[in-house]
Each structure stands twice: as C-alpha cells, then as structure tokens.
C-alpha cells in the first residue's frame, strides 16, 4: 500500500469546519507536514507537527497528531471558499541516510457556499 | 529570483523524442527534488540531490529517466525516448534539506507526449 494515505474529496459548505485525515507508516518521521495546492500553482507548505507534539494551533488550523495510530488530521475552522483547494499530507521518511518527504494523493478540498 | 522557477512550462512532444526540462532553485538551498503529479494522482518522488550528488535514485521510473545538477544550483531532468504515459506535471522543490525542511516548490513543467 502506498506511506501516506489520505481520502481524495472533502466537501464542506462554507462557514463549517472541515478535517483532511491521513495515515502515515513510518513511526521515525521527525516532521509531519500539511501542503496546500490551489489551481494552477505550486504546492506551499500549509503547516507543519514535530512528532513530539500531538497538536498544534496556527490561527483557523489545528493540527492533531495521533503518533500511535499513525494518524494526522488538519481542520480548518470557519471554512472559507478562499480554503478551496488539494491539502496534501507528507512524512520524511529516511532514504539513503538523508529524509525524503512522501507525499499522499491529496485531498481536494471543495467549500460551498 | 525569490522563488523556484521552471522552464519551460509547458512542453508538447511526440512519442520518441526527447525531453529536457530545467529548475532553478532559491539560491542557497542544498537539497532540491524532482517529483512527478499525473493527473488525479499524488506526488511521485523521483529523484532527490543534496549539493550536485544524487544519494537516491530510486524514484527514477525508467533508465529513460536522468537527472543532474550543476554548480549546486540548476538542474535538469531529461526523459528519452518519451513515452504517453511520461505525461504529467514536473514538479521542482527545493530546500535548506534540515530542520523543519520546508520545501519551496516551483510552479511545474506540464508535458504532453502526443
């Protein structure tokens, strides 16, 4: 199966909260990372959990991290449809002695109003 | 420049032909990495370079597939003998490679093998 496993839609109607989850395999990975893509761009890093940590808040973005299960989870707070987009989960996963970030398939993220 | 550029963005080949595209990274940055997206698919590792040296390249799909950098700096990624299902967008990103590691991501090479 693939490292980094997270559902491909999410569709929330704006004002909502929404959660991406994502599975991860490899319990070594010193950072978990949240990506964001919006249409026709590059993928910019949203946020990011150092594996000590089981949550982080960064203004509309909570962060949890659930090191036993191997599961991370972004919600967004009062989902705007600015927030429209594919989040992509990611893990380092150590490769030839250096950490290699793995990616998920995305999720897209649709907001509604 | 302050971020990642590619060229070109967008390429349109014939099957059989090859294909040379090219990243340049935020100076500075040590570690830069090529990734493949397909169309509804998720990012493709495919080749990774800390300074000019590949430690990895594991990722490479084909021997079709090269990639080399220079000067520590630009590098580019060269597919011969292009294939259909070669099709996708080229990502580039690079970064510090420590710490947090934040990777600064270009905005894609988009090839079409006709």
């Known amino acids: 199966g693939e490292d980094v496993e997270q559902s491909l839609f999410l569709s929330v109607r704006e004002g909502d909260s929404s959660v991406i989850n994502c599975t991860y395999t490899d319990s070594s990975s010193t950072y978990l990372y949240w990506y964001k893509q919006e249409p026709g761009a590059g993928l910019q890093l949203l946020t990011y959990i150092f594996s000590n940590m089981d949550m982080k808040q960064d203004q509309r973005l909570t962060v949890l991290l659930n090191k036993k299960d191997k599961h991370l989870s972004l919600r967004i707070a009062d989902t705007q449809t600015g927030d429209s987009a594919i989040y992509f989960c990611?893990?380092?996963?150590?490769?030839?002695?250096?950490?290699?970030?793995?990616f998920g398939r995305g999720t897209s993220l649709i907001v509604h109003p | 420049g302050a971020g990642v550029s590619q060229s070109p963005s967008n390429k349109v080949t014939e099957k059989g032909k090859d294909v040379e595209l090219r990243c340049d990274p935020i100076?500075?940055?040590?570690?830069l990495y090529w990734y493949r997206q397909r169309l509804g698919q998720g990012l493709e590792f495919l080749i990774y370079f800390q300074g000019n040296s590949a430690p990895d390249k594991s990722g490479l799909p084909s021997d079709r597939f090269s990639a080399e950098r220079t000067g520590e700096s630009v590098s580019t990624l060269t597919i011969q003998r292009t294939q259909q299902e070669d099709s996708a967008v080229y990502l580039c990103a690079s970064s510090f490679g420590q710490g947090v590691d934040e990777q600064f991501f270009g905005p894609g090479t988009r090839l079409t093998v006709l």
């Open positions: 100076s500075g940055h040590t570690a």
């Open positions: 990611a893990e380092s996963i150590k490769s030839g002695g250096s950490y290699i970030p793995t």
